[in-house]
């Protein structure tokens, strides 16, 4: 393989025209550094400009403002074939009339290498994603999972220093799906390579990345490693777009020394916090639905308004001081589990507890 390179983009902006003439900021200000070797996806809901950044990395857009550099260099003005990247699509963009090796071989052969070393190179990338006895196949005669590993196939083949992904597992079911983030993942740690990963499916960031950058209406809110995200979301969004998140309204009572004393429930927590915060500051409480537990003796008064048995997990929603919660109990079968129109009590996790504004 080639050696990875870095990808940075400054202060990167793209606009469209829209309805009317109105311009349409795509994406606003970007500016970010994937180091080389790393595997960071770019999450977020549709329209949030991930995919426009993707493609002016890619060269097949051209941004409005600020630069592209590939291994410190710019490449602002360079055409998709001369940046050292390859693309996996979501649509796979196979040859319908070429076979699965001729669709592998076929970046090769336009960089008129020799054939002995094209066959070497198609038949070693495609014993890595597992096609080793499918050469002589057509696209139509393969599965969707097959039909990706093809297309994954193709882009390694050519040795880039960078690998895009444009959401490439969406039209897969769910169970491959699970099973090719895993195999993309372990063959990009293999060739060490420095990979840009699009998608709407935060389980597929969590599961794949070394960082995420989670991106809203065209700028970042946060950059982090999952965990990060996960436990620390930086505001609201990223709290609700990561998993599932309880927001509880809650009241600031004092804070000083990293920490803020807030009230919430009818019960006060202390929480390590980052936030510049006054007393009196209104502020959302983040609570995961597995940092609570239930009991029947102690802690905060709450009545389940639903129980839901889900086979590894039991799923509850309830009420509290008026707020509606969602549970996750993950042992189910080890205790005591409760019934819609139960009264309980909630132990909440102090030190699994954010706040946002």
């Known amino acids: 393989m080639s050696t990875s390179k870095s990808v940075s983009v400054k202060n ?11 311009k349409v900021t795509a994406v606003n200000n970007v500016s970010l550094t994937i180091e080389p070797g790393e595997f960071v996806t770019l999450l977020g809901p549709s329209g949030c400009g991930k995919t426009t950044i993707l493609r ?7 941004p409005t403002g600020g630069d592209v550099l590939i291994g410190g260099e710019r490449v602002n003005t360079l055409t998709p074939d001369r940046r050292d990247t390859a693309m996996v699509f979501q649509s796979y963009a196979l040859f319908p009339h070429l076979n699965v090796f001729e669709n592998v071989a076929y970046g090769l052969k ?3 290498m020799k054939s002995d070393d094209i066959r070497a190179k198609v038949m070693n990338i495609l014993a890595l994603v597992g096609l080793s006895d499918m050469e002589g196949r057509s696209p ?7 039909q990706q590993r093809v297309a994954l196939a193709r882009a390694l083949v050519m040795e880039p220093a960078v ?3 444009d959401e490439p597992l969406s039209n897969l079911d769910a169970k491959l799906r699970i099973h090719m983030r895993r195999e993309i ?3 990009q740690r293999q060739f060490g390579i420095t990979s840009i990963y699009v998608t709407h499916d935060q389980a597929e960031a969590m599961s794949m990345s070394d960082r995420i950058i989670v991106m809203n209406k065209g700028v970042i809110e946060q950059v982090g490693t999952p965990k990060e995200i ?6 609201q969004f990223v709290a609700d777009f990561i998993g599932t998140a309880n927001m509880i309204p809650s009241t600031v009572l004092s804070c000083g020394n990293g920490e803020a004393e807030i009230e919430t429930l009818g019960t006060r927590f202390r929480v390590k916090t980052g936030l510049s915060l006054q007393p009196g500051d209104a502020v959302k409480l983040i609570v995961r639905p597995e940092a609570v537990s239930l009991s029947r003796n102690s802690g ?10 889900m086979g590894s997990y039991q799923d509850y929603v309830l009420s509290a001081h008026g707020q509606t919660l969602l549970i996750i109990d993950s042992d189910p079968a080890n205790h005591e589990t409760f019934d819609a129109g139960e009264k309980v009590f909630l132990g909440i996790a102090p030190n699994k507890l954010h706040i946002v504004k």
């Open 12 to 22: 990167l902006v793209k606009t469209f025209e829209g309805a009317g003439g109105r």
């Open 185 to 187: 993942r372990k063959i």
């Open 300 to 309: 905060i008064p709450a009545e389940i308004a639903s129980s839901v048995f």
């Open 110 to 112: 336009i960089k008129k």
């Open 56 to 62: 002016m990395v890619a060269g097949f857009e051209n």
């Open 230 to 235: 996960y436990a620390t979301p930086a505001s």
């Open 140 to 146: 139509n005669q393969l599965s969707g999972g097959q």
């Open 163 to 165: 690998l895009l992904f």
